[in-house]
């Protein structure tokens, strides 16, 4: 009556579907996070910065705001130039964007290009 307390094999030893395909979600899972979670993670950091600056608006130049963004994608490792980065004040509120790609190759030679974009304003 008891069920079987296996996943991947059963009492006599037989592997079952269900346990191999558990498996192959849980390895996925774990790679795609690998191989996707880093990009990500540097975007929500740079659009924190970003954030921050914003706030600081007021007691800060526009060049010194530039100069920190710029700092932090180099840090990040972010594809992104100086000129990528465009800090411009309109009527006394700041606006900050800035747009980069990310081309990640996963097995298989297939390669994705990701696009990442922040556009903030006060």
């Known amino acids: ?10 009492s006599n030893g037989n592997s079952k579907i269900i346990g191999i395909f558990f ?3 849980v390895v996925s899972a774990i790679y795609l996070s690998y191989t996707l ?7 929500l950091s740079f659009k924190d910065l970003t ?11 526009d060049e010194n705001i530039l100069n920190d963004l710029y700092n932090k994608a ?19 509120r700041l606006h900050i964007t800035a747009e980069w790609e990310v081309e990640v190759e996963f097995i298989g030679s297939y390669k994705k290009t990701l696009k990442f974009s922040i ?3 006060e």
């Open 37 to 43: 979670l880093p990009h990500y993670l540097n975007y």
């Open 119 to 121: 556009d903030a304003g």
């Open 74 to 92: 180099k840090e990040l490792n972010l594809p992104l130039e100086k000129e990528d980065i465009i800090v411009k004040r309109e009527e006394g």
């Open 23 to 25: 498996i192959l979600v």
């Open 1 to 10: 009556m008891l069920k079987n307390r296996y996943i991947i094999t059963d």
């Open 51 to 61: 954030g921050a600056k914003i706030s600081a608006a007021r007691i800060m130049k």
